[in-house]
């Protein structure tokens, strides 16, 4: 059993950065992949980013590729979000989610565990 908590969002100006934090519980940590995902109002949870379970591997979506940057500490049981040059449309809850498998990191449902979420805001 994985638990998952997400800290670290809030409301910041466009053009800013935000760095998300999800800190994991359990030994096994370092034996899942992790990502992250954003779901915003009235629309489908969507792929940010995914990390391997060394973290020598590193997958974004488009839209954040060159922007955001997933790193993880797996001593600390964490993995990170940096979140620069942010856009109004990066605006949505942001959950962590680790997958055991890792095969498909893009797909939501192929991950075991999911935290609450953090709210990003980002005003224009």
């Known amino acids: 059993q994985v638990q998952l908590v997400e800290s670290g969002g809030g409301l910041v100006q466009a053009g800013g950065s935000l760095r998300l934090s999800c800190a994991a519980s359990g030994r096994t940590f370092s034996s899942y992949a992790m990502g992250w995902f954003r779901q915003a109002p009235g629309k489908e949870r969507e792929f940010v980013a995914a990390?391997?379970?060394?973290?020598?591997?590193?997958y974004y979506a488009d839209s954040v590729k060159g922007r955001f940057t997933i790193s993880r500490d797996n001593a600390k049981n964490t993995v990170y979000l940096q979140m620069n040059s942010l856009k109004p449309e990066d605006t949505a809850v942001y959950y962590c989610?680790?997958?055991?498998?890792?095969?498909?990191?893009?797909?939501?449902?192929?991950?075991?565990?999911w935290g609450q979420g953090t709210q990003v805001t980002v005003s224009s």
């Open positions: 989610a680790a997958d055991k498998d890792g095969l498909r990191l893009g797909v939501p449902y192929e991950y075991d565990y």
């Open positions: 990390i391997n379970w060394s973290g020598g591997s590193t």
